[in-house]
């Protein structure tokens, strides 16, 4: 049984990666890995950190070259799938702020720049499904965040009520995230 929150926003979209879930050291591993296949330099935690941002589909194409960059993706997501599901931690107190706002009735949306198919087998693995209403990763929109698309699909009919400015909060864990997040709701 968790707390009701005093004022609880009507709609919450949480960003997923080291938002809800710490999944640096898996995201750097599976990146290095791939780095080792294409003969890059390895990063750092902390270059890790700084570097990773955007989609797989917006960034590879720079970092491996168009020629290149689906060998790349392939690796990675090889790499990827051989070991998130083992790594993945949920964030302190994330389970229980997802109580809460679901027992607020908050309606509760993910947006992430991770491949959909891998960000929904994380949170069915953490059984956390039955609280979103809507979890849109990478490649489930025509275009990925920081475009609009997918926030639309996370909230669906743009008449609904819980779509209101007003009563959104974005939850994320860079200000690239929130402002990806929120200026499509702007406008």
């Given amino acids: 049984m968790s707390d009701k ?3 609880a926003p009507k709609a919450v979209i949480f960003d997923w990666d ?4 710490d999944s640096w050291g ?5 990146l290095n890995m791939t780095f080792d296949d294409f003969g890059k330099d390895r990063w750092t935690l ?3 950190k700084q570097r990773v941002a955007r989609s797989l589909r917006d960034s ?3 970092l491996f070259g168009e020629d290149r960059w689906e060998a790349a993706k392939d690796s990675f997501y090889a790499h990827f799938r051989s070991i998130h599901l083992e790594t993945l931690t949920p964030l302190a107190g994330a389970y229980d702020l997802l109580c ?3 027992d607020n009735g908050t309606y509760i949306g993910v947006v992430s720049n991770k491949n959909g198919d891998f960000l929904r087998k ?5 059984e956390w499904t039955p609280f979103f209403g809507k979890i849109i990763g990478a490649t489930d929109a025509a275009n990925d965040k920081p475009a609009a698309d997918p926030v639309h699909m996370a909230m669906g009919d ?3 009520p819980q779509y209101e400015i007003c009563g959104l909060l974005v939850i994320a864990w860079s200000i690239f995230n929130v402002r990806a997040m929120s200026e499509p709701l702007q406008s």
Wanted: aromatic fraction near 4%.
């Fill in 60 to 62: 590879f194409p720079v």
């Fill in 158 to 160: 743009s008449s609904a």
């Fill in 5 to 7: 929150l005093p004022h």
């Fill in 122 to 126: 994380e949170a069915d693995h953490l």
């Fill in 18 to 21: 080291n938002t809800l879930v």
């Fill in 46 to 48: 902390e270059e890790t």
């Fill in 100 to 102: 809460a706002l679901r």
């Fill in 26 to 30: 898996t995201i750097q591993a599976a």
